[in-house]
């Protein structure tokens, strides 16, 4: 069992409230089990009949293990000698001299389709006045921005046949995963803040049409330039340096502190400080059904949501969201981080993995025994009494 495996009793019955704590496990309706993700990625799933966690294989899981123990020269799909020996003898019986072709004795190879990369956005609605530098500072908080050979961004403002800015720009990432990132938070936004006259639209750029403006090619970009290949290769390093400084001090995310060693992938689930507080809870007990419904709902604009737990029992009003992917947890820290909500400022950062949290399952598990035996204890003395 590995070191960071949850800890867990043989009962599935104690399961939830053995882990209640974990924000890493969760419930699959799908398959009706307990699972959890360990730090490389593995799938775990609770096996009740052996009271341990074990791993998941998928399918492309088991196709690499049939690859890893192929025997080279031997195709696991040609039929075997007999069955081969009866089609050699039915080729042999075929009347070739017929005009009509037969078919191909020879196995195709699949041609396999590149899929390309899209890592551009389109904006739109962009006030006249516009800066190259405001796109620039406004779209690489979500992102590091691809360069040119001369080090500068990838962000191509397009003009109107009379040399004037069309409000129209492309904005060319390094990754793909920014692009959605942008898209989810930038689109129908305003670029500046508090100007209703800014408000953009962004979409992933689509480079089957071209632009029609006088700035040149839209985001098909026109005719292939010739690369050098030392000096994409000199840009692709620079690049990825960029992308290892990216971090949180650029405003992306939960600040990190110097203490704390950086995670080896990323988290899928969001900590939110300060979204109640006991008293709240106290003095109306249907606000942890209804405070959970509305984090949830709002969670799943950003992604598809796949646990919301709130920890009744932390003064500092902690609610956890998982989503299925990190790029809707990275999405949920920006837009929630730093809001005010019901007068308390929320703060929103990934889990570490780390901390625990309480709630009341938790207490209900420990003190279960100690329950059991004050109300054996209560029963006797009220026998006693009767007597």
Known sequence: ???????????????????????RVYFSKESGTWRYEEDDDTEMEYDTAKAKWVPLVDEELWKKQQAAYAIAGVDEETPA?????????????????????GPSTKRSKPERERKSKNTAVYVINLPPDTTHEELITTFSKYGVLEEDDDGE???KMYANDDGRFGGEALVVYFKEESVDLAVTLLDESELRLGDKSSIMRVAKADFTHKHKGSGGDGPTGGERKVVDRKKATRRIGKMQKKLQE???????????????????????????KHMFSLKELEEDPTLLLDLKEDVREEAETLGEVTNVVLYDKEPEGIMTVKFRDPISAQACIIKMNGRFFAGRRIEASLYTGRARFKRSDDQAAEDGEEEEK????????????DE
């Open 81 to 101: 000698a007999p069955v081969l020996a009866r089609e050699n003898k039915k080729r042999k019986d075929t009347d070739y001299t017929s005009a009509e072709a």
């Open 1 to 23: 069992m590995s070191s960071s495996e949850p800890q867990s009793s043989a009962s599935t019955a104690e399961l939830p409230a053995a882990l209640a704590s974990d924000p």
């Open 153 to 155: 961004p990838k962000v």
């Open 374 to 385: 004050k109300r054996l204890n209560d029963f006797a003395k009220w026998l006693e009494g």
């Open 246 to 272: 990216w971090n949180d001090e650029d405003g992306f995310g939960p600040s990190i502190d110097d203490e704390s060693e950086p995670q080896q992938r990323p988290s899928r689930v969001v900590v939110l």
